[in-house]
DNA sequence: CGTCCAGTTGACTCACCTCAAACGTGGTGG
DNA sequence: CCACCACGTTTGAGGTGAGTCAACTGGACG
C-alpha cells in the first residue's frame, strides 16, 4: 500500500506547461522513455475533494476510478487500461477517487489552473480522450439503469473480450467486488452470474480470475 | 410532431465553420439574435445512428437525449434546459436520441467532418460545455448504480430544486415516464415515491406537475 | 498441515416491478 | 353547459429478481 516513484522522478510535465489550462498528453511513442509512477495494488492515486492538478495514462496495469458513499457504498465509474487517460475534471477538485486494481504504472501530466472564469482550453489528444470517456459514462449510465444482472455481466464480458480477443480468454485484474460495484450488483450476484453462464455453456470458468468465452454470440444477444 | 424552422433559416453554421472540427459555440450574448429552430413536443431532434453532423445549444424548454433498447426500454440520460449544449458525439454517428421534452427553440451549430485520424479539436467553450455533460454523466451512473428508489427520485428533486430556487415550486416539464426512465425506475414507483415524500411532509404536490419543496434538508439528506 | 481470504452456494427477505383498477383533468362535441 | 373520452397519474394486490445473511469451498501461502 506505498507509493513509490519511478527512478526519475521529475514527471513530463514542467517541460510541457504552455499558455493553455491544459498541457498536450505526448503520443504512444514518446511515452516509452517517459518517467513513470509505479502505484502497487489497491493504492490510491487520488482521492475525491483533493486538488485536481494532473491527469494520467495508464502505461500498464488496471486503475478504478469510483465513488464512495458515506454508508460504505461504492460505485465503480470506469476501469482504465494502458493507453486510457483519467483524471480528467471539470472542476478544481477530484469529483472522484482513483485507486489501482493491480499494480500499475502510470504517467501524470500537469493539468494548469482554472483561470478566473473557470474556462479551459484543450489540446486534439486531450479532447479526444475525454470525448471517449464521456461516451464510455454514457454507456454505462444505460447499462445501470435498464439492465438485468444478466445483461450486465454479458456487456463486462464483452468489453473485456475485445480486448484479449487473440487468445480468447479474458485475465480479470478485478476481484468479484470490484465488478459488482462496477455492474451495481452485489458480488454473490455477480458470482451466481457468472456461475449460471457456465452451467449454461456460453463461459468457461477455468480459474477464478480466468474466462474462457465459449459462445460469443450468446453474450453478444444479451445486448439490444 | 412537426418540424418548424424559425423566419431565417440559416443557422449560424457557415459563418463560424473555421479550420476546426468544430466551430465555437458563440456566446450567450449573441444567441440573443440567432436564428433558432423549433421543435414540437416529443419531436425527435436526432435519432440514433444518424450522421452527427452538429451540435446544439437549447434556447429555451426542455430536451432529453435517450437510448432505446429493442424490447422498448429506454434510458434517459439526460434532460437539457436554456444554455445547455448537448449533442457532441465522439464518433461520426449519433450514440444518442434527442427529443423535445417540451416545445423548445435550439440553435444548431455545425460540426466539421472528422478528418482520417478521427481527431477533433474544440474551443476553451466547447470543451467547457463537455465536461460539464461528462461530469454530469458520471453523477447519473452513480446514481443509477447504488440509489434506491427515494434517493433517486429526491436527488431528481433536488437538481431541480436549484433550478427554480426563487420560486420555490418545481415546474416539471417532462411526466412520470420520462422521471422514470430518466432514474432507472417504473412510473409506479416515481408516483409512490413522490406520494410518500408528500406524506412525510418533505414535497407537496399542487398539481401534478408542480412540486412545492417544503423541507430542503430532509431532500439533501438523502444524499451521501 | 493449518490459516486466510476470495469466491461459491443455499435459504430467506424485501424493494421494486407487474398487472389491474380507479381517479382526475383537459379537450371535444352534442 | 354538460357528457364523454383520452390519457397521464395514482393506488392496490401480488409476484420476482436481486439483496442479505450465513455456511461452505478451494486455492495460495507459510
Not at 486494481?101 to 489552473?113: E, G, Q
Not at 435498464?146 to 450486465?152: F, H, I, T
Request: net charge negative; aromatic share 6%.
Amino acid at each position: 500500500m506505498t507509493v513509490q516513484l519511478a527512478i526519475s522522478s521529475v514527471a513530463p510535465d514542467v517541460s510541457r506547461s504552455g499558455s493553455l489550462p491544459w498541457t498536450e498528453p505526448v503520443c504512444d511513442a514518446e511515452d516509452i522513455g517517459a518517467p513513470s509512477l509505479r502505484f502497487e495494488q489497491d493504492c490510491e492515486i487520488y482521492g475525491e475533494g483533493e486538488e485536481a492538478a494532473s491527469y494520467y495514462k495508464v502505461v500498464s496495469g488496471v486503475v478504478r476510478t469510483c465513488r464512495f458513499m458515506s454508508d460504505g457504498r461504492r460505485q465503480i465509474d470506469a476501469f482504465h487500461v494502458a493507453g486510457d487517460v483519467f483524471g480528467i475534471e471539470a472542476g478544481p477538485q477530484r469529483s472522484l477517487t482513483a485507486e489501482a486494481v493491480s499494480d500499475c504504472r502510470i504517467i501524470s501530466y500537469r493539468r494548469l489552473p482554472f483561470d478566473k472564469a473557470g474556462t479551459v482550453s484543450g489540446s486534439q489528444q486531450l479532447v479526444t480522450h475525454l470525448l471517449r470517456n464521456f461516451e464510455r459514462a454514457q454507456e454505462h449510465a444505460v447499462l445501470l439503469g435498464r439492465r438485468s444482472a444478466v445483461e450486465k455481466v454479458a456487456a463486462f464480458l464483452l468489453g473485456w473480450a475485445r480486448q484479449s480477443a487473440c487468445t480468447g480468454t479474458i485475465a480479470l485484474a478485478m476481484t468479484r467486488l470490484d465488478i459488482g460495484d462496477y455492474l451495481g450488483l452485489t458480488i454473490e450476484t455477480v458470482s451466481r452470474t457468472l456461475s449460471q453462464l457456465e452451467r449454461d455453456e456460453v463461459i468457461e470458468l477455468p480459474s477464478v480470475r480466468q474466462i474462457r468465452v465459449k459462445d460469443l454470440g450468446a453474450l453478444t444477444a444479451f445486448n439490444l
